[in-house]
């Protein structure tokens, strides 16, 4: 197992900001088209943009409560004021709040008047985040209100709404058309979060090298993924099985933090003496192991004996990553839909053990743009004295890919370029 080391999380700037340069302009722009389309839509834009002094946050509530006021003094549907990019600050729980909402728009009802936080982002779908911050925006106004002695509060009712790239706009403006979700569900989520006995609290008490964390789907989207999964892979973390906070807190109160110590809770069986479909799973285990304890518990019971294999079979590869092959079984599963390629009993299939050949295809997706960047495959057999075969088709272009000195340059793209995830076979 490879030594445990800590790495702080900027020193893989160079591997992510690349990245964030291009994804940040590409916001802005996306943004700027955002505010032209209500500029051709709605009665006003008021750009608020970059009227903050120095590092201080200067709320523009002022001119959001004019606005509001105003609306409440028109007649219904005479017109939409959008805000852009308006300062707001306040609380939530126990924390301060502030920051720069992407777009407010304001507009007259027949109850008084509607306000809708925007947050614009260029991605095809809306992420949990992104909801979260036009759900905040949106208390800060709500509490701005609220403290507003002009202003009847029962008057305003408020919403919020992600735009993405997949937004469709109307020829005519129509707010009810307009993206909106339920924002007070994000904003009870977030209330309960920053509390000040809440999760947030007790995550910063912790030093960045001991917080609790899962590596999880979540983690794709976070440009601190390459870090956290080096980190795991230096520590050879139990984390790396995608395990719950929950979940490795159990396996940690009971002594076992990496994956040689989970896979050691299991001998694993000799391949040549026994039929991996059929045994039944950790009936080689003795009797007072700690294996039996984990079992019975009711977070993880369940899952063990597929944790243990996992354990087993990462603990195989990283001892031995150039020539290991993965034939390990996880007892008692049954068969899968596949023959098996080396089966235990060769008659049960008609053909040559490890003759079935194997097509891994990669197709990589470019979710900036909407469309396939590369489409390759892989061909093997499990004999090791055949070579895999690689498929791809040489389609070459060009990428305009801003540097970190922020000048552009035109890089060649191959269809052929290694995929570099861990799991991927080509
Ligand atoms: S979301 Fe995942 S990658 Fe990001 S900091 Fe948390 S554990 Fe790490």
Redesign the pocket.
């Known amino acids: 197992m490879s030594k445990s080391e800590h790495h702080d999380g900027d020193e893989y700037d160079e591997a992510f900001t690349p990245l964030n340069l291009l994804l940040s302009e590409a916001g802005e722009q996306f943004e700027q088209g955002v505010k032209s389309r209500y500029e051709r839509q709605v009665d006003d834009v008021v750009d608020l943009t970059n009227d903050d002094e120095g590092d201080e946050f200067d709320p523009d509530h002022g001119t959001v409560l004019e606005t509001i006021t105003a609306a409440l003094a028109q007649p219904a549907e005479t017109g939409f004021t959008v805000l852009f990019q308006p300062t707001l600050k306040g609380e939530v729980a126990a924390y301060n709040i502030a920051g720069h909402a992407d777009f407010v728009i304001v507009w007259p009802t027949e109850s008084g008047a509607g306000v809708r936080v925007i947050d614009a982002k260029s991605t095809a779908e809306q992420k949990s985040y992104q909801q979260i911050q036009a759900a905040i925006y949106t208390r800060l106004i709500e509490q701005a209100v609220e403290t507003s002695a002009n202003i009847d509060s029962q008057a305003v009712t408020y919403s919020a709404g992600v735009v993405t790239r997949e937004t469709e706009w109307e020829s005519e403006f129509d707010i009810s058309n307009h993206p909106s979700f339920d924002y007070r569900s994000r904003i009870a989520d977030v209330t309960r979060m920053l509390q000040a006995d809440g999760e947030i609290a007790s995550t910063s008490e912790h030093d960045l090298s001991d917080a609790p ?3 999880t789907d ?2 794709s989207q ?1 440009p ?2 390459e870090s ?1 999964t080096t980190e795991a892979f230096e520590q050879s973390h139990v984390r790396l099985l995608g395990l719950s906070e929950s979940e490795q807190k159990v396996l940690v109160e009971n002594g076992i933090t990496t994956i040689d110590e989970l896979a050691d809770l299991c001998t694993a069986p000799n391949d040549d003496e026994w039929d991996p479909t059929t045994q039944k799973r950790a009936g080689f285990v003795s009797k007072d192991s700690l294996y039996y304890d984990l079992k019975a518990d009711t977070t993880i019971g369940d899952s063990l004996p597929n944790l243990v294999y996992q354990a087993e079979a990462i603990r195989r590869q990283l001892s031995d990553p150039d020539d290991y092959q993965n034939g390990l079984w996880i007892p008692g599963t049954g068969k899968f839909q596949l023959p098996e390629d080396d089966p235990f009993d060769p008659t049960e299939v008609e053909f040559a053990p490890n003759s079935m050949i194997r097509v891994y295809l990669n197709v990589q997706h470019d979710h900036l743009r909407d469309r396939l960047v590369q489409l390759s495959a892989r061909v093997s057999v499990s004999d090791p004295d055949i070579d895999s075969i690689r498929i791809s088709k040489q389609r070459r272009t060009t990428s305009r890919v801003m540097s970190r000195s922020g000048l552009t340059q035109r890089l060649p793209i191959t269809a052929s370029s290694r995929c570099l995830r861990d799991s991927c076979p080509i």
Request: proline share 0%.
């Open positions: 964390h899962a590596i979540k983690c976070c601190y993924t956290c």
